[in-house]
């Protein structure tokens, strides 16, 4: 099970941190990912992270604002929103693949959070 936290409302130019703690999980196998999806568009891969860490990857939209980072030990993965724009409003999911294939594409992904809300204000 995949729990996601830390969505809200935030002006323009401000910054979130999105929390998703996975349970009855060997979370450290899983390679993890954020995708989101705004109102009346569909699901858009958002950054993915390697089991160790390591390797990370971030839809081109979000390079340099967004950070995602992993904690093994807390089963715990994280996505660090800086500079937040309006059209990064959206219900924010976490995921987890089992296998290491492409993690832009949310088929690979075999596990879901619920979602969170972040809305950012102009």
């Known amino acids: 099970q995949l729990q996601a936290s830390g969505g809200g409302l935030v002006q323009a130019g401000g910054s979130l941190r999105l929390s998703c703690a996975a349970t009855?999980?060997?979370?450290?196998?899983?390679?993890m990912g954020w995708f989101r999806q705004a109102p009346g568009k569909e699901r858009e891969f958002v950054a993915a992270?390697?089991?160790?860490?390591?390797?990370?990857y971030y839809t081109d939209s979000v390079k340099g604002r967004f950070t995602i980072s992993r904690d093994n030990a807390k089963n715990t993965v994280y996505l660090e929103m800086n500079s937040l724009k309006p059209e990064d409003t959206a219900v924010y999911y976490c995921?987890?693949?089992?296998?290491?294939?492409?993690?832009?594409?949310?088929?690979?992904?075999?596990?879901w959070g619920q979602g969170t809300l972040v809305t950012v204000s102009s």
């Open positions: 009855g999980r060997t979370f450290s196998r899983d390679i």
């Open positions: 992270i390697s089991r160790s860490g390591v390797n990370t």
């Open positions: 995921a987890a693949a089992l296998v290491e294939a492409d993690i832009r594409n949310q088929r690979e992904y075999d596990y």
